[in-house]
């Protein structure tokens, strides 16, 4: 097996393509959230400081959803309708966003610890 075939894809997209997303680094591990958003889009979401990730096709091929306390755009295809990540509103030095693993391979999957998250009730880890 080679490097290449040992280490999973740092690339992913939607379901259509247009909007690619790539990973400056491997997640270690990822959150499953049971809020009202995140448990109707199936996200399995990683972090990331913002400016970090390479998101080629937004804003031009993406539509937001800003709902709740406003202070982040959940963002999805204009095409296929897949969300791809989310991001803040307001910028600010080590800002963090979310980029939802779903739309890369499995393998990438494998290696990723999944903690579940109660965002409906508690505000806490569950594991």
Not at 21 to 37: F, H, M, R, Y
Not at 43 to 65: C, I, K, R, S
Request: aromatic fraction near 8%.
């Amino acid at each position: 097996m080679t490097a290449e075939q040992s280490q999973p894809s740092l690339q992913g997209s939607c379901h259509c393509g247009a909007v690619r997303i790539t990973l400056p680094s491997a997640p270690d591990k990822a959150t499953d959230c049971n809020c009202s958003l995140c448990r109707r889009l199936a996200g399995l979401w990683a972090y990331y400081e913002f400016g970090t990730v390479l998101v080629e096709g937004h804003p031009e091929n993406t539509a937001e959803y800003i709902w709740g306390d406003r202070t982040l755009r959940n963002v999805r295809c204009r095409t296929c309708g897949v969300a791809t990540h989310w991001e803040p509103l307001e910028l600010k030095p080590g800002q963090k966003h979310g980029v939802n693993l779903r739309n890369f391979e499995p393998a990438l999957l494998q290696s990723v610890q999944v903690r579940r998250f109660d965002g409906a009730d508690t505000w806490a880890f569950l594991d």
